[in-house]
């Protein structure tokens, strides 16, 4: 049996005379958080679209726990998990009805349901402001609230699509110390960011440039190759060499 959550061979999508997602090639390990960066217009929205199967690629291949992109889109959406930064919860339920709405969406029974409820609620620390609006609630909050929900059906890989982007220092350390919890427990996590310094914490780190991948490796591996201390300096200097806007 495989021990890879995700693998593509050539993966490309193509608009029209624009090649988007350009050949790219990943193996990303069960349990491994994945960093895959890429400034605005490098292609990396457009390959996280395939890869949820949201999006028929152009070409190539990939798998999603063990799902092809191609045939079996549907089965991969059923056993992920997706959080985005710009649309996850509805603000105008609270955190109890967007437990309950989106558990609803995700299979779970009524039994599950209201075990996951209790749960989630009680480890967030929810239980003052779990009858008022997702709207009135800190944005902190709102992430920590629909980083827990994406995954609330234990799926084996869940994506991250800058889930920390407008929240303060503290909080995305929080954050990031429940992604290394969830990690830990076996799921795969797949996450986009523009915080460098976040880079630093995940075990692989891709950067895209132009629909290519221009470098991956582990943080510190990519340190020793582009002879730097920064992984943020690593990802200017690939920028840099960007020739197309954003897309």
Not at 8 to 18: A, E, H, I, Q, S
Not at 79 to 106: A, C, H, V
């Given at each position: ?156 890989i869940v994506f991250l699509d ?86």
């Open positions: 049996m495989s021990d890879l959550a995700i693998q593509t061979d050539g993966l490309t999508k193509v608009f029209g005379n624009f090649t988007a997602v350009d050949n790219i090639s990943i193996n990303v390990k069960k349990g491994e958080i994945f960093g895959f960066l890429g400034a605005n217009g490098a292609g990396k929205t457009t390959a996280m679209k395939m890869l949820t199967g949201l999006l028929s690629p152009s070409s190539g291949d990939a798998k999603v726990s063990g799902y092809d992109v191609y045939s079996e889109s549907e089965l991969i959406k059923k056993n992920i998990g997706y959080m985005s930064q710009k649309f996850s919860l509805y603000d105008d339920l609270t955190p109890e009805e967007n437990i309950r709405f989106y558990g609803g969406i995700y299979g779970l029974d009524s039994k599950q349901l209201s075990h996951k409820r209790k749960e989630l609620i009680e480890s967030l620390e929810l239980g003052e402001v779990k009858k008022k609006l997702v709207g009135s609630l800190p944005l902190g909050w709102k992430q920590k609230l629909a980083f827990a929900i994406s995954i609330i059906h234990e799926p084996n800058e889930p920390t982007g407008g929240v303060d220092p503290i909080t995305r350390r929080q954050f990031w110390e429940r992604i290394y919890q969830v990690a830990e427990s076996g799921v795969t996590v797949f996450v986009t960011t523009h915080y460098m310094d976040e880079a630093e914490y995940c075990d692989t780190v891709s950067i895209m440039v132009d629909g290519k991948i221009e470098a991956m490796d582990s943080p510190d591996n990519l340190k020793k190759t582009f002879e730097t201390n920064s992984i943020e300096d690593i990802f200017i200097r690939l920028a840099r060499a960007a020739k197309r806007g954003d897309r």
